[in-house]
Every structure is written in C-alpha cells, then in structure tokens.
C-alpha cells in the first residue's frame, strides 16, 4: 500500500492540534477530555510499580461501567492506550519529538533547544514522526491517506 506522505503527516498533525491553541479542537484533545485525562504525561511514560499498599474506596462498578458506555471513557482511554503504545513502540527520537510536543506542550524552538537541533530539523523530525505515527497505528486511528490509484 502506497501513502500520500504530505496529506498522511497533515492529517496526523490535525489530529493531535496545536497544543499551545486553548480554543483549537482536535481528536487527541476530545480524547483526552473523553477519557477524563488531565495528565497526558502517564500516556507517554510507564507508570512505577510499587510493593506499597494502596487504598481503594468502594465504588459503583455498575454505576460506572455505564457512565464510561454513555460518555465514552473505556474507549477514549483504549485509544489513547493504543496511541501510547505507538509511542513507545517507535524509534526513541520520534516517539520522544511527538511526547514533547503534544504531552509536554512545548514549541518547536523550545523542542530545538532541548534536543540540540535546529528548528528546522525539529520540523523535519517531527513531520517524519507523525508519519511513522500514522502507520504505527493504522490499524487503529486510519490517520493514513492513500495515494490515489489513475
């Protein structure tokens, strides 16, 4: 299967937004609204496993589960698992140039200066992540475009 590089990497980059726009929407934002997310950074990173006891409340499982069915929890928070899956799965430069991105929020010259590239590169290296991205999850998001067939 042949893609449009161009339409698949804007396609990609309207799906996760700016992240320095407040009022721009886009998919990941719903998602993560949707999955009732407010800390993007556990997506990105595993969480740390401890021996330490926690303390559980009790709760409505029913009352749950059919508040995650009519306002789409479970399924926001499974894609967003599939979507932090892709990031770790890829190589560490482009999973990391999405993570700073779009978890961290950072600008490109911000991303420049942290990883010691040139803006332009960081444009460059992250237009070549969201296109990794878009095939690693294909299966899953469809953030593909496919060359049209004359």
Request: proline share 3%; no cysteine; hydrophobic share 40%.
């Amino acid at each position: 299967m042949t893609y449009n590089r161009v339409k698949t990497i804007k396609k990609v980059s309207d799906f996760f937004g700016d992240p320095n726009a407040i009022n721009t929407p886009s998919d990941f934002k719903d998602l993560l609204d949707l999955a009732h997310i407010t800390n993007v950074d556990s997506l990105y990173h595993s969480p740390v496993i401890s021996d330490m006891p926690t303390n559980r409340s009790i709760e409505n499982r029913m009352e749950e589960s059919t508040i995650n069915h009519l306002f789409g929890g479970q399924p926001a928070k499974d894609e967003l698992a599939t979507i932090g899956i892709a990031l770790h799965n890829m190589e560490y430069r482009f999973g990391h140039i999405i993570y700073l991105r779009h978890f961290k929020f950072m600008s490109i010259e911000d991303i420049a200066e942290t990883v010691d590239y040139s803006s332009s590169n960081v444009r460059k290296l992250l237009d070549t992540a969201y296109y990794k991205f878009a095939l690693w999850t294909e299966e899953y998001l469809k953030l593909t475009v496919s060359v049209a067939v004359e």
